[in-house]
């Protein structure tokens, strides 16, 4: 595989001093994971918050999205289905006298653009995963409209879902197999996962993984017109179309979310830009007039922050094309903050008399039902037992050590890499910070020891598809004799 290429801020015409304001202020959001700036083609700037790296795939929720929608583009260059095709016609089998008249009305361009009529996603969270005695595709053909197709924006997960369930009724593959050899596979992108449902369908809406490196690839891809290596991978015409702005999304009163919606891409504020987006800031963003290119995985609950930044910070220092002046030291400043880059520890000064010990837990949401605690000088780690199994938590003092534990319950089997670093932050507390490396949550443990008993506080930086009291928790535990 070919390796991006690379060069200096001031070689493209963009000062190094003004990256480094940019990744400084990325640093100050303290969830960002990894990010790879583009200008002219060129990667000059790229970095990753440890424990986060370049080797581990990352939950892009609806940045996946944007993959169904290339998949589509290349059936229809194929010629085999038409935007205007009827999404009803493509499933003759779930066919009957209860599907509403307007559902019959609702073409693939109205669940592209996010215009199906539906007034809400029903695939429920992970509810699309649990085995039903009829498929969803047969269900989502069955619900009432709110409004008629193609009149209305309402951003729906399910639309994306029944354009996948389409590609995989033309092709008998799911979507990562139709589109390995047409763009995993040109970009040097290993067979990716993607959460699927009972029947193989790919979920659509969200649940891809891919490494930072692999989405920096199809940024790029896309701020090259859709070319890689001299040769036009996504058909011209299909890419335009589907980064522009063909729904009015400007109810959503947002700086950019209210620019239109193209085919499961967004328009931004800043002209001629657009992205693909996925929740906690999972970006693949594209800014023509700059000739600039963004990708980032992050777990960001304000993910729009990343985005201000460019247009407000970065895109005023730039002044054209040309290239500056070549700048040594300020080249060094930018390489030493990438270097350092990394996600809060626990700070603590204390050392600790606590010996460790199996201590047998209380009920709590993850049905953990013990945890044992292993202490040594540079750090120790935590064995959970849930259901039988035991899952192994390493963690270091003032550093990260990774294992793989299945803190929380996801139907990727991805998610058990993580990371933990702790600290003592009084002479029986220990402090623990959990990255889950494949999802974008950073877990919080606080462990008080007082005699026999230890309490535990967990919460977590975000709660998507899961409710607080799911996630976050306080229960007890007593050491077992």
Not at 46 to 69: E, I, T
Not at 188 to 195: A, Q, R, V, Y
Request: proline share 6%; with cysteine; charged share 20%.
């Amino acid at each position: 595989m070919k390796h991006l290429p690379c060069s200096t801020p001031e070689a493209e015409g963009v000062s190094s001093a003004a990256v480094l304001d940019f990744v400084n202020y990325l640093d100050t959001l303290e969830f960002l994971h990894g990010f790879v700036l583009f200008r002219h083609g060129k990667v000059i700037a790229r970095g990753n918050w440890k424990p986060y790296c370049d080797a581990q795939p990352h939950q892009l929720f609806s940045l996946s999205k944007s993959f169904v929608s290339m998949a589509i583009g290349f059936l229809r260059a194929e010629g085999r289905l038409e935007l205007t095709d009827r999404v009803v016609s493509f499933f003759p089998e779930y066919d009957g006298d209860d599907i509403p008249l307007q559902v019959r009305e609702i073409t693939l361009h109205d669940l592209l653009t996010m215009r199906s009529g539906q007034p809400q996603c029903y695939l429920g969270g992970f509810e699309v995963l649990e085995p039903y005695t009829s498929p969803y595709a047969y269900r989502w053909l069955r619900k009432e409209l709110k409004w008629e197709p193609g009149t209305h924006f309402n951003y729906n997960s399910g639309n994306t879902y029944m354009l996948s369930a389409v590609v995989t009724k033309l092709t008998g593959q799911p979507v990562t197999e139709y589109l390995w050899p047409r763009l995993f596979q040109p970009l040097g992108i290993e067979m990716p996962c993607w959460l699927s449902d009972p029947r193989g369908i790919n979920l659509g809406g969200w649940g891809l993984y891919l490494k930072l490196e692999d989405v920096a690839r199809f940024t790029l891809l896309l701020a090259q017109g859709g070319k890689w290596e001299g040769k036009q991978l996504i058909p011209e015409d299909y890419l335009k179309l589907a980064t522009s702005a063909l729904a009015d999304n400007s109810e959503n009163q947002r700086r950019d979310w209210e620019n239109g919606y193209g085919l499961q891409f967004w328009r931004c504020s800043e002209p001629s830009s657009f992205r693909g987006d996925g929740a906690y800031g999972q970006y693949a963003l594209v800014i023509p007039k700059y000739d600039m290119a963004l990708a980032t995985l992050s777990g960001l609950g304000e993910m729009g922050r990343i985005l201000t930044q460019v247009w407000d910070q970065l895109l005023p220092t730039i002044s054209g094309d040309a290239p500056l002046a070549p700048n040594p030291a300020e080249q060094e400043a930018l390489a030493r903050k990438l270097n350092s880059l990394g996600l809060p520890k626990p700070a603590g000064k204390y050392a600790t008399g606590v010996a460790g010990g199996t201590y047998l837990l209380e009920a709590n949401p993850h049905r953990f039902q013990s945890v044992r605690f292993e202490f040594s000088a540079g750090g120790g780690q935590l064995v959970l037992r849930r259901d039988g199994s035991d899952f192994v938590v390493p963690f270091g003092y003032g550093c990260w050590r990774e294992g793989r534990a299945q803190i929380y319950e996801t139907a990727s089997t991805l998610s058990k890499a993580i990371a933990a670093s702790a600290a003592w932050v009084e002479p029986n507390v220990l402090s623990l910070h959990l990255a889950c490396l494949n999802e974008p949550h950073l877990v919080r443990y606080r462990f008080q020891f007082e005699g026999d008993h230890v309490q535990v506080k967990r919460q977590f930086n975000m709660l998507f598809l899961y409710g607080e009291n799911e996630m976050n928790a306080e229960f007890s535990g007593t050491l077992q004799s």
